[in-house]
């Protein structure tokens, strides 16, 4: 499902209205907004694999990825041997279990930084991470840059508010 950035939608909504007020004539071209962000339902993250166990593992991993999770916790939730459920995953996925637990972790981390005003080492705790430390290396190995700099770089600058009075709730019309 794709994020829209309503205030960029509303901020030239209101623009092109107060510009018919005026009496000018609007763009035929339509606006186009790209999404903010794409953003991962449960119910759109599901992988289809034929394997009851891979499927099980995927499933444990992803409700449990912020956890300090390892691939021997995730191979005896799912009842088979570390060794047995990483060759399965190198097979159909070809990835390996500890790999999709830090490509999990690593996908919640940038959403983190760039939605939130959390610190590194908040977002460290609630993604699995044993601390902000470990998080800026991993990070920076697979990323390229620090998380501090990816933060800065993905973060798109606000549209400018328009000025809008504030609202009156409905129940103090009557008294008005």
Known sequence: MRELDWEEIVYHAAAMLQQRMSGRRLPKE????????VVTRTSSDILAVPDPELAA????????????????????AVGVSRRT?????????????????????????????VNTDLTIAEIAEQSGFESAV??????????GIPPSHYRRAQRRPSAPRAK???RVPHANLATR
């Open 134 to 143: 470990g998080l800026a290396k991993v990070f920076k190995r697979l990323q």
């Open 30 to 37: 339509p606006l186009v907004f790209p999404p903010r962000r």
């Open 57 to 76: 593992a995927l499933r444990y991993m992803r409700e449990h990825f912020r956890e300090p999770i390892c691939a021997g916790h995730v191979a005896r």
């Open 164 to 166: 809008v009075q504030q």
């Open 85 to 113: 459920l990483e060759n399965r995953f190198r097979r159909r996925l070809q990835t390996g279990l500890a790999e999709e637990i830090r490509r999990r972790r690593l996908e919640y981390v940038q959403e983190c930084l």
